[in-house]
């Protein structure tokens, strides 16, 4: 579960620079519709620090 929360981490990261630069141009329900979207880079970062927490709660196999 270790790396699924690191993936979603990356996931989230990214989703994050791309919503707060306005660099993606394909939805404007996720943020991504070339413009500066803050609420929603604000949640993917937000999603980001959660799924780092869960990597770090996860129980070691």
């Known amino acids: 579960m270790k790396i699924l929360a690191v993936v979603l981490f990356v ?5 994050a620079v791309l919503a ?3 660099m993606a141009h394909f939805s404007h329900a996720l943020g991504f519709d070339g413009q500066h979207h ?6 993917y970062a ?3 620090v959660l799924s ?3 990597m770090r709660m996860a129980p070691a196999r």
């Open 11 to 15: 996931v989230f990261l990214i989703a």
């Open 38 to 43: 803050v609420k929603h880079g604000i949640v």
């Open 46 to 48: 937000i999603l980001a």
């Open 52 to 54: 780092l927490l869960w």
């Open 20 to 22: 707060f630069t306005g």
